[in-house]
């Protein structure tokens, strides 16, 4: 796999400054679409929400294939655990028969068979409760094409309408399914659904050869590589495009015809576009879809910390969903609001690193933060 260098964001921690500079010079440069809009009520983030996370590897076809897919599956299962807040209780992962006797297969907690994808989404389903999130993996081969496109899995393949059948029952949950198999197509459309995020590594049933999608989107995540707007999150708009953006990149340097072409789908309407974006029909959802949990991996907050924390993560997604909302009020109507809300951001901020951060990582953050409007005023 190429290096991440080309499209990796620098530095980790959180830079209130920079985001509030990204969202409103792209609410500036975008004319809004107001399309029909679901973020009011998805993807809230607060202190009781609970975040689950399935990975499916479906069997492999060669050995190359074999260590990719196991590497993804392992890599996904400690980038979860290590940047964004997962344990085992919360991460379930079905690998090929179930069979654990390799190095790391102590994480693996059943086959990726029918039987297996049953058991595993009925226990989550007694698990979890209303405005929780879960986000499905799927890492494999798939094949077929439109209704009859399938999620090869142990024993009888799955369709993309049977899998759908069994997420039926989550309509209470937010809900993110990334499909990263080949011919994967025809299998994300059937899951479509309104307010739930549906990515696919592939534009078309005829796009089989293997992805390297899947590669680029775990990378995306891992140590957050995929920031763009640097508030210390990766959105599935930001996973998205770094993945799309690098698999574009691999392809050109390996001199090759690209045979897959990722597509997202956030609206219900089962028509994946290329270029998700707030200001399309696709994008929106995705934009405030975030994977993390709100208490990071050793850090302690007081009650009191975490409800500011969540504060803060409210007002980054009221931000983005007015942005994408321009278009519905008036200029001096919606530039009151914007201002409204990032005066509180930048104030709830400054406490939250005056209160509850180290006091290494505000001058961190601060120095970064002066550095960055240094770069603006250029």
């Known amino acids: 796999m190429r290096s991440s260098t080309a499209i990796t964001a620098k530095g980790r921690t959180a830079r209130p400054l920079i985001f509030l500079c990204a969202v409103v010079l792209t609410g500036i440069t975008r004319a809004q679409n107001p399309a029909l809009d679901t973020s009011e009520k998805r993807f809230l983030d607060a202190p009781t929400t609970t975040k689950h996370a399935v990975i499916m590897t479906g069997p492999a076809v060669g050995d190359d294939n074999a260590a990719r897919f196991r590497q993804w599956s392992l890599s996904l299962y400690d980038i979860l655990t290590r940047d964004y807040g997962y344990s085992s209780?919360?991460?379930?992962?079905?690998?090929?028969?179930?069979?654990?006797?390799?190095?790391?297969?102590?994480?693996?907690?059943?086959?990726?068979?029918?039987e297996g994808i049953e058991f595993a989404l009925e226990r989550l389903a007694e698990h979890v409760k209303t405005g929780d999130q879960i986000t499905l993996f799927l890492i494999g081969h798939g094949s077929g094409a439109e209704e009859e496109a399938k999620f090869n899995i142990v024993g009888p393949d799955l369709t993309g309408v049977q899998f759908a059948s069994l997420l039926d029952r989550f309509h209470q949950q937010d809900m993110i399914v990334i499909n990263t198999t080949s011919?994967?197509?025809?299998?994300?459309?059937?899951?479509?659904?309104?307010?739930?995020?549906?990515?696919?590594?592939?534009?078309?049933?005829?796009?089989?050869y293997d992805p390297v999608f899947a590669g680029y989107f775990i990378e995306a995540l891992d140590q957050r590589n995929g920031d763009r707007d640097k508030n210390k999150r990766v959105s599935m708009l930001e996973a998205f495009v770094y993945a799309k953006a690098n698999v574009?990149?691999?392809?050109?340097?390996?001199?090759?015809?690209?045979s897959e072409h990722s597509g997202l789908d956030d609206n219900g309407d089962a028509l994946f576009s290329l270029d998700p974006a707030i200001d399309i029909a696709d994008g929106r959802l995705a934009e405030i879809a975030y994977i993390d949990s709100l208490i990071e991996e050793g850090e302690k907050l007081s009650t009191e910390?975490?409800?500011?924390?969540?504060?803060?993560q409210d007002l980054e997604r009221s931000v983005i969903v007015l942005r994408g909302k321009k278009a519905e009020y008036l200029e001096a109507e919606y530039w009151q609001q914007m201002e409204d809300l990032l005066v509180n951001l930048a104030l709830s901020t400054a406490r939250f690193n005056a209160e509850f951060k180290p006091t290494s990582s505000v001058q961190e953050s601060a120095d970064e933060s002066n550095e960055s409007q240094s770069t603006l005023d250029r």
């Open 183 to 208: 011919a994967s197509f025809g299998f994300s459309s059937s899951l479509s659904s309104v307010g739930r995020v549906v990515i696919s590594s592939t534009r078309s049933s005829s796009e089989r």
């Open 248 to 258: 574009e990149l691999w392809y050109e340097e390996q001199d090759r015809l690209a």
């Open 89 to 114: 209780e919360t991460i379930t992962l079905l690998y090929d028969d179930g069979k654990d006797d390799f190095t790391g297969g102590d994480r693996v907690d059943g086959a990726c068979s029918r």
């Open 305 to 312: 910390g975490l409800a500011l924390k969540s504060r803060i």
